[in-house]
């Protein structure tokens, strides 16, 4: 987290020090070295705000001076955030394609080139999908869980970003896409079938279900209670590493079936094994289980005893069958103390080619 209290304060000092004096023009070189300036930059930038909190931090920083705006303008084409309608709009077109010949100004946000720029720098593409988009300010509402939406302008730009990237050929150095939903229920990706036109290149999936504090036990109970036959009707073959947040068992198992050659998959919020597929991809290499993440209920954290999490039962009888490939699991949880494997595990997961860690 990056509370925006701290984030304000640390702006504002140093935005203090980089503006010119009144005796300089606006060009003067910022007091700070240039590496500084853009790790702050890179770090505030990649901190979990609200929405809100990012669109100022978006504009505060285009207008500090033209060496901030250089700098932070090719983080954020970099590690692009979605974070509302209106700025998926203004992405798609600053990826337009525009030249002299057709009188359109290729130089947004007084970057040169600005759409060729856009389209090369793009590695990472996050939407946020927030019931609550205006949290923490007057206009924002009382925390609930959105079940369903047949239209929602931000979720249905989730598509049609994704389907311009793909249909257009953008952004071919985009490896990772992320989508964070907020306040939301489980459903809306496999209704609303989002990730059918993601672009071939990417590599990376992740997927986010995250809830407001007054909203844990209903998410707690909606988690439990989640129940659906769900047959993907779409495929990500080019998906290598999969990251799930926050989801029940049966949707972890969707999202894998939808990819058939997954090397590397991350689960946050399940706190064992049981309940996932009877067969992972013959491809997968790691496993990485987090026992203490945000989804998972008090009551269900690893309690220090000792256990096998589901391992035996579910993973080595179940799972691999092809003892020849050494894969890897991974236990974690906050504190490393939740988490004791006996030592006989441990070794009756060798002989099936699986390698348990726990830290």
């Known amino acids: 987290m990056f509370p925006s209290a701290i984030f304000a304060s640390m702006f504002n000092r140093f935005a203090d020090r980089l503006r010119p004096e009144s005796s300089c023009d606006a060009h003067t070189a910022p007091s700070l070295p240039i590496e500084i300036i853009e790790q702050i930059i890179q770090t505030a930038w990649a901190s979990d705000m609200s929405v809100p909190d990012r669109t100022t931090t978006f504009t ?50 007084m970057l040169p080139g600005s759409s060729e720029a856009a389209n090369r720098l793009c590695r990472s593409l996050t939407f946020h999908v927030d019931n609550n988009p205006n949290r923490f300010t007057s206009s924002g509402m009382q925390p609930a869980i959105r079940m369903y939406a047949e239209r929602n302008r931000m ?34 990706i496999f209704d609303q079938m989002r990730l059918v036109p993601l672009p071939s290149h990417v590599t990376d999936l992740e997927i986010n279900y995250l809830f407001s504090s007054e909203l844990k036990v209903a998410a707690g109970n909606l988690r439990r209670r989640f129940y659906r036959d769900l047959c993907p009707p779409w495929r990500t073959p080019n998906v290598r590493k999969l990251t799930i947040t926050g989801a029940p068992a049966l949707l972890v198992n969707a999202f894998v079936q939808t990819c058939p050659n997954l ?34 209920d008090e009551d269900q954290r690893g309690d220090g005893k000792e ?16 003892s020849s490939t050494n894969r890897q699991i991974v236990l974690h949880a906050e504190p490393p103390s939740r988490i004791r494997v006996a030592d006989a595990v441990r070794s009756r997961a060798r002989r099936y080619g699986l390698e348990v860690v726990s830290h």
């Open 263 to 296: 090397e590397v998959l991350e689960v946050y919020g399940l706190p064992y094994f049981a309940g996932l597929v009877g067969k992972m991809p013959e491809t997968l290499k790691t496993m990485v289980l987090e026992l203490g993440g945000s989804g998972v």
């Open 307 to 322: 256990d096998d999490f589901g391992l035996e039962q579910c993973v080595m009888r179940r799972w691999f069958d092809d």
């Open 60 to 109: 505060s920083f285009c207008l500090v001076n033209h060496t901030w705006l250089s700098l932070f303008i090719r983080t954020a084409l970099i590690d692009v955030h979605i974070f509302s309608p209106s700025f998926a709009d203004k992405y798609l077109f600053l990826l337009h394609e525009r030249s002299a010949s057709t009188g359109e100004p290729d130089s947004d946000y």
């Open 155 to 188: 979720a249905d730009s989730v598509t049609n970003v994704l389907y311009m990237l793909d249909t257009l050929d953008y952004t071919p150095n985009l490896r990772r896409v992320a989508l964070r939903y907020i306040d939301w229920g489980f459903g809306d």
